[in-house]
T-cell receptor, first 113, second 114 residues
Framework: NAGVTQTPKFQVLKTGQSMTLQCAQD?????MSWYRQDPGMGLRLIHY???????DQGEVPNGYNVSRSTTEDFPLRLLSAAPSQTSVYFC????????????FGSGTQLSVL | AQKVTQAQTEISVVEKEDVTLDCVYE???????LFWYKQPPSGELVFLIR??????QNEISGRYSWNFQKSTSSFNFTITASQVVDSAVYFC???????????FGTGTRLQVFP
């Protein structure tokens, strides 16, 4: 049982490049989400999913796309990277909206030059 | 609107001191959940506690204790006899009923010196 697995741990991009941050969980959790962490701002929700085939926008969705084709995976796509997207990204999952713990991955540190 | 305020940006203590991290929240929901997470220098987020709004019992887990007071919308976290390994950023977070969205505070950086 690996929990929530994020890859890569570190990534450097040039402005305009695209890439996908991977997130997978093996706990059969329905709920998955992506947050970004910026200095002095805590974590902010980018996108979330309440189950396979269902996604919705969070607080800061612009510049990011998500899809949820399986229960296990919830990739985050940067379409055209910008320096403002330099941040630490965390994926999270939980079994149920109102029960139990919300598990976080170990984070992806992204720098956009 | 939902909001979490951690007014203490940084706290420094000497080992064995007790320290309290403050968390004040705002929500219109009658059912909600409060969390504390620890983020050590390695960067991962470590779950510490989850509290339901209808359970105002304080909780103690080893050197950690939490004081939940709905009357003042606060959910404070106390570390007793702090240790160097407690050095980390601590986040308080709020989740409403029937949503998966966590609202985080800006975090409190705790430094424990030997």
């Amino acid at each position: 049982n690996a929990g929530v697995t994020q890859t890569p741990k570190f990534q450097v991009l040039k402005t305009g490049q695209s890439m996908t941050l991977q997130c997978a969980q093996d706990m059969n959790h329905e709920y998955m989400s992506w947050y970004r962490q910026d200095p002095g701002m805590g974590l902010r929700l980018i996108h979330y999913s309440v189950g396979a085939g269902i996604t919705d926008q969070g607080e800061v969705p612009n510049g990011y796309n998500v899809s949820r084709s399986t229960t296990e995976d919830f990739p985050l796509r940067l379409l055209s990277a910008a320096p403002s997207q330099t941040s630490v990204y965390f994926c999270a999952s939980s079994y149920d909206q109102d029960r139990g713990q919300i598990f976080f991955g170990s984070g992806t540190q992204l720098s956009v030059l | 609107a939902q909001k979490v305020t951690q007014a203490q940006t940084e706290i420094s203590v000497v080992e064995k001191e007790d320290v309290t991290l403050d968390c004040v929240y705002e929500t219109r929901d009658t059912t909600y959940y409060l969390f504390w997470y620890k983020q050590p220098p390695s960067g991962e987020l470590v779950f510490l506690i989850r509290r339901n709004s209808f359970d105002e019992q304080n909780e103690i887990s080893g050197r950690y204790s939490w004081n939940f007071q709905k009357s003042t919308s606060s959910f404070n976290f106390t570390i007793t006899a702090s240790q160097v390994v407690d050095s980390a950023v601590y986040f308080c977070a709020l989740k409403g009923y029937n949503t998966d969205k966590l609202i985080f505070g800006t975090g409190t950086r705790l430094q424990v010196f030997p």
